[in-house]
C-alpha cells in the first residue's frame, strides 16, 4: 500500500515538474492583456448583475402572488380586486428584471478596446 502511494506522489510529481514548459508564452504588451482582463470582468459583472436580478425578481414575484392567494382565500369575493394590482405588481418587477437585463447587456457591448 505504502510503495503504491509512494509511486503516485512520485508520478504525479514527475507530471507536474516536465510539462511546466508547455505552458511558457512569449511575452504580451500590457495593453493587450489588460484588454482582455477588461472584458473578462465586464463579462462576469454582466453576468452577476443577471443573476442577482434574476433572483430577486423571482423571490418578489413568489412573495406577491403569495399573498395575493393568501388574500382571495381568505376573502373569496375580493379576487377581482386582488387581481388587478396583483398582476401590475407582477408586471412591474419584471420590468425590473428587464431593465436589468439591458443595463447588462449594454456592460458587455461598451467593453470593446
Known sequence: MFKKTKLATLAATAVTLASTS???????KAAETNKFDVQAAAAAAA????????????????????AALEGISRNPGAAPRI???MILGLALIESLVLFAFAIAFLLFGKINI
Open 22 to 28: 508547455a505552458f511558457a508564452q512569449e511575452a504580451v
Open 47 to 66: 453576468g452577476f448583475a443577471i443573476a442577482v436580478a434574476v433572483l430577486g425578481g423571482a423571490l418578489g414575484q413568489g412573495r406577491a402572488v403569495a
Open 83 to 85: 387581481q388587478t394590482p
